[in-house]
């Protein structure tokens, strides 16, 4: 199973992006799926999740401004952001939790994705 993160990239303050990641290969399903960010020398972050039945949840400094999203039919997750913020630079990461065979769940990391927010 791999996942390709895609969507980074430079913006400006109140500028908004669209992070997309995909997974691929011997998938039976998939369960939550999530984003995560991290800046040197701070700890990884979950950022936001979905839930295999569609439930979210957002770390509280992103509420109101990102939307997670995901499309089962094409194994993907999305991250909008929105109103971007200084703040939100970091390199960004998903990551889902994939059955490969019923019953066998395992969590699977893309690549990260840069995203720059500039002032």
């Known amino acids: 199973v791999q996942l390709q993160a895609s969507g980074g990239g430079l913006v400006q303050a109140g500028g908004s992006l669209r992070l997309s990641c995909t997974a691929s290969?011997?998938?039976?399903?998939?369960?939550?799926m999530a984003w995560y960010r991290q800046v040197p020398q701070k700890q990884r972050e979950l950022v936001a999740a979905?839930?295999?039945?569609?439930?979210?949840s957002y770390e509280d400094s992103v509420k109101g401004r990102f939307t997670i999203s995901r499309d089962n039919a094409k194994n993907t997750v999305y991250l909008r952001m929105n109103s971007l913020k200084p703040e939100d630079t970091a390199i960004y990461s998903c990551?889902?939790?994939?059955?490969?065979?019923?019953?066998?769940?395992?969590?699977?990391w893309g690549q990260g994705t840069l995203v720059t927010v500039s002032s």
């Open positions: 290969g011997n998938i039976f399903a998939i369960n939550a």
């Open positions: 979905v839930t295999g039945s569609g439930a979210t």
């Open positions: 990551a889902a939790e994939v059955q490969d065979v019923p019953g066998n769940p395992r969590v699977y």
